[in-house]
């Protein structure tokens, strides 16, 4: 019975093993041939054959994102609303998970049911576009702090935690005199690093990539983010090609371009993830614990 037993446990486990590879290489590799084409020639990628390594090594495509003038600022935007962004709306979204945890909370299930109810319906873009507009927020650097406040499903989450903490280091905490205010600052906060490396993470990835905003809500070039300003480049760069394709002639002045819609496109996602890559390590300890919030019960 003991050998059956190691047997079925080797096999359980190499099972494991294969499915976690499996998973891992389906991740990387499309990395990998995304970086690749991102540093391949684009009229060189368009025959195909291009893997996980440059056929025809370029920076082409790179140095056409930073021609243009308005890279650096773009960068400058994206930095300051991912910062100011996630900063403001932890620290707002923390307060509000934290105050539905309070039992005695006048209306609390009502309150909550109220903010299910905006992540199940929408009103949609127009009507939010004349609620911003009304606000005096279009066109503005804080369209894209004061809409991303505050997550449903962010708060959702912290309160699931918040409420996983011992209530008898609250009430001990009372005892003492704290009041809620100072329980929140040193109490919770202090208790909770993985859920806020969590949701820093989950707003910090949403404020970074987010292109929409600037492209609906902004018409004033210098208060575009990085995102938008890429994809606005993109876009550009598809109408040229198109529109050399349908001239006489063109094709010999396409033969010269060594850069593509698909290429530029690579280099994009390329810049996008950098900052992302460099964030993921120094918060994935507390967010392996973050993505478990809820499957204990203490």
Request: proline share 4%.
């Amino acid at each position: 019975m003991k050998i059956n037993h190691d047997w079925s446990s080797i096999i359980i486990r190499s099972i494991s093993w294969v499915i976690i590879i499996i998973m891992a290489l389906s991740i990387v590799l499309p990395m990998l041939h995304i970086v690749a084409l991102a540093f391949n020639s684009g009229t060189d990628a368009q025959r195909g054959g291009i893997t996980f390594w440059p056929r025809t090594f370029s920076l082409d495509n790179f140095k056409e994102i930073f021609k243009q003038g308005t890279i650096l600022n773009a960068l400058l935007i994206s930095l300051a609303k991912t910062l100011i962004g996630t900063v403001l709306s932890v620290i707002l979204t923390a307060m509000a998970a934290y105050v539905l945890t309070i039992k005695t909370l006048p209306f609390r299930r009502t309150i909550t049911f109220f903010l299910v109810f905006t992540m199940l319906f929408n009103a949609g873009v127009v009507p939010l576009y004349i609620l911003l507009n009304q606000l005096s927020l279009t066109d503005t650097f804080w369209v894209y702090i004061i809409p991303s406040l505050y997550s449903v499903y962010n708060i959702l989450i912290m309160r699931t935690f918040f409420s996983q903490i011992p209530n008898s280091v609250i009430e001990a905490a009372r005892i003492d005199g704290c009041n809620h205010w100072q329980i929140f600052w040193k109490i919770i906060l202090p208790m909770s690093k993985p859920v806020i490396a969590t949701v820093t993470l989950f707003n910090a990835v949403s404020q970074w990539n987010d292109w929409f905003t600037g492209a609906f809500f902004v018409r004033n070039p210098k208060l575009k983010p990085l995102a938008t300003v890429l994809q606005d480049m993109l876009t550009s760069q598809e109408s040229i090609a198109n529109a050399l394709k349908q001239k006489s002639g063109a094709y010999q002045m396409i033969e010269r371009i060594t850069i593509t819609g698909d290429s530029l496109q690579m280099a994009m996602i390329v810049l996008l993830i950098i900052p992302i890559l460099l964030l993921f390590p120094f918060v994935q300890k507390h967010f392996v614990k973050g993505v478990n919030i809820g499957s204990t019960k203490e």
